[in-house]
């Protein structure tokens, strides 16, 4: 719009630049130091795990500093991990050439470049965007709501699920959404495994808009059947279930979306530390894909609606009778009047007294 604000946000390139970094020192560190057969997987997600321990309780609005300067060190970690278990064991079998003189110095260097190749890692770009995500690079006491521009098949899958992992870990409930289905259904069976092996799986959803708007309003309650219940007169009653997250006032939110329009089975896949259950007043991330769906036409300001089927046989002989007598549409005066001396509706008003001026509005 034309007189819309536009504000800012710069960013501390060198302070990323420096988390990337340590980032980069301690994924090396723990990537060798499993390839050399001193570090096991379990161990390294037990590191992960304690370290976020001691960092609890976390809160958005009371983001610390010892918050922010562990995020690299728990970014590598938790990357190390999806690197080895994603490839690690066609890294270890490139590597392992033959030390008797069979192999030329050449075949050693082509081995060396295909055993790279090979690694499912997180690039650069990914590492930084979450960096600045956490707020890595500020001193705010507060973990800023953002958007970011990834472009496409530049990765935003990684990010969702790495971020959504450290929150877990960090003891809040994540809610990551998106428009597809299938989309959803991909990128949360990208890093299940994780979730698994690093206990985080009760506290990560991933799901679609949809399903999200639903359990929001699943969360005040069965609004299907608290409203058959305030038609038949019934006592209230309340949902036997809520869903898993409710956005909370206080929630962070992040946002990705593509450039054309962003803000191997595990090695273990068995959990390697027990469930990390929220904390009942635990709060609400969102993380959204695509955003710029989200914003568009059918789905920002949209309402999510549902419908409370009443089944009353007045009704249905009401409509019978209506069809019967179908002739009588060209005199509506006439027809109004007919169904409002039957039987039936008499018997409707007398079942729902206090609805009769609903009853009368939708018969005139």
């Known amino acids: 719009p034309e007189h819309a604000e536009h504000?800012?946000?710069?960013?501390?390139?060198?302070?990323?630049?420096?988390?990337?970094?340590?980032?980069?020192?301690?994924?090396?560190?723990?990537?060798?130091?499993?390839?050399?057969?001193?570090?096991?997987?379990?161990?390294?997600?037990?590191?992960?795990?304690?370290?976020a321990a001691e960092l609890k309780p976390c809160k958005v609005g009371e983001w610390t500093a010892p918050v922010r300067r562990a995020i690299p060190t728990m970014l590598a970690r938790i990357l190390a991990y999806l690197t080895i278990s994603k490839s690690g064991d066609s890294y270890k079998r490139l590597q392992e050439i033959p030390g008797d003189g069979s192999c030329t110095e050449t075949d050693r260097e082509n081995a060396a470049v295909d055993a790279d190749s090979v690694l499912i890692k997180a690039h650069n770009v990914q590492v930084i965007a979450i960096l600045r995500l956490f707020g890595y690079d500020s001193?705010?006491?507060?973990?800023a709501s953002q958007v970011m521009q990834i472009g496409t098949g530049e990765g935003k899958s990684i990010i969702l699920g790495a971020c959504s992992l450290l929150l877990g870990l960090l003891g809040f409930r994540v809610r990551c959404v998106c428009y597809s289905?299938?989309?959803?259904?991909?990128?949360?069976g990208s890093f299940k495994d994780l979730f698994s092996a690093f206990g985080v799986e009760k506290a990560v959803t991933?799901?679609?808009i949809t399903s999200y708007s639903r359990d929001l309003v699943a969360a005040k309650g069965d609004l299907a059947?608290?409203?058959?219940?305030?038609l038949q007169g019934s006592n209230l009653r309340e949902s036997s279930g809520h869903p898993q997250q409710a956005a909370p006032r206080n929630s962070g939110t992040a946002g990705s979306c593509t450039s054309d329009a962003f803000a191997s089975a595990a090695l273990q896949p068995k959990a390697l530390c027990d469930t990390l259950r929220p904390a009942p007043d635990a709060e609400n991330i969102l993380l959204v894909d695509e955003v710029d769906v989200l914003f568009g036409q059918d789905f920002y300001g949209e309402t999510y609606n549902q419908v409370a089927l009443v089944e009353v046989s007045e009704v249905r002989a009401i409509l019978i009778n209506i069809w019967d007598h179908r002739s009588l549409m060209k005199f509506p005066i006439k027809l109004i009047c007919m169904v409002r001396?039957?039987?039936?509706?008499?018997?409707?008003?007398?079942?729902?007294?206090?609805?009769?001026?609903f009853f009368e509005a939708e018969i005139s």
């Open 225 to 230: 059947q608290l409203t058959i219940d305030l």
């Open 341 to 357: 001396e039957s039987a039936e509706y008499k018997s409707l008003i007398n079942k729902f007294p206090d609805w009769t001026p």
């Open 181 to 188: 289905e299938y989309l959803t259904q991909r990128d949360h």
């Open 7 to 51: 504000i800012e946000h710069h960013c501390d390139q060198s302070a990323l630049l420096r988390g990337l970094k340590a980032y980069n020192r301690e994924f090396d560190k723990n990537f060798y130091g499993w390839f050399s057969g001193s570090l096991k997987l379990d161990a390294l997600v037990q590191k992960v795990v304690n370290q």
């Open 139 to 143: 001193d705010s006491t507060k973990l």
């Open 206 to 208: 991933y799901s679609t």
